[in-house]
């Protein structure tokens, strides 16, 4: 059975500074998934991984995906406040998507 | 708006009654999904359609949730003599068939309460 684990789980960091949260999953899943959530709203798909090296960027966020280490990471460079946004990672099992807890990023001024 | 609609969005009851929430995908979508959401943690899946068809059913969907999708455009998520551990988010999200990058896009929610 798919699992997931994300950490850190809180991260607080200061406006132009670098971070990346990582995504652990326990076994094979084909393609990951990125989604941010603000408060009281829905899931926002971010990026799609389809592939062992895949790399996509979209601003300041980067994904990548490495299979063999079973690991994703959600690069964020030069944070500004509009990030502030919890951000979850999910593999894809059968048909379902199983997600990880979530990081939940507040960026400083 | 083209999104998913979930309505409504809030729905506050007392424990024992009956509620029932109502999803409709993007229209081209053949595929919908239910999660469940509670505070601080990850949507968990419950069910999907493909169509009509209910393919896939979640051991955290108990005998007194129930799903449909009657004519493969909106489903109804109903949950009969609610518990006070109903209380959360539920999330519909519908796909575009397999053999795309088959992102699901979700809804805004039915947030639950049961007092």
């Known amino acids: 059975e798919l699992k997931v684990e994300q950490n850190p789980l809180f991260l607080s960091m200061q406006e132009g500074k670098n971070y990346t949260i990582y995504c652990n999953y326990s076994t094979t899943s084909d393609r990951l998934y990125w989604y941010r959530q603000d408060p009281g709203k829905s899931l926002e798909s971010l990026f799609v991984l389809l592939s062992n090296g895949a790399v996509k960027q979209e601003g300041r966020l980067m994904a990548s995906l490495d299979t063999k280490a079973r690991l994703s990471t959600l690069h964020i460079t030069a944070a500004v406040h509009d990030l502030s946004a919890t951000y979850f990672c999910a593999g894809r099992g059968s048909e379902k998507l199983v997600f990880g807890k979530g990081t939940k990023l507040t960026v400083n001024p | 708006d083209t999104g998913v609609s979930q309505d409504p969005r809030h729905k506050i009851t007392k424990r024992g009654q009956n509620v029932t929430f109502r999803c409709d995908p993007i229209?081209?979508?053949?595929?919908l999904y239910w999660y469940r959401q509670t505070l601080g943690q990850g949507p968990e899946f419950l069910t999907y359609?493909?169509?009509?068809?209910?393919?896939?059913k979640s051991r955290l969907l108990s005998d007194r949730f129930s799903a449909e999708r009657p004519k493969g455009s909106f489903s109804t998520l109903e949950i009969q003599r609610t518990e006070q551990g109903d209380s959360a988010m539920y999330l519909c999200?519908?796909?575009?068939?397999?053999?795309?990058?088959?992102?699901?896009?979700f809804g805004a929610g039915t947030r639950l309460s049961v007092l």
């Open positions: 999200a519908s796909s575009k068939p397999p053999g795309t990058s088959a992102i699901q896009y």
């Open positions: 229209s081209e979508h053949n595929r």
């Open positions: 359609f493909q169509n009509e068809a209910q393919l896939e």
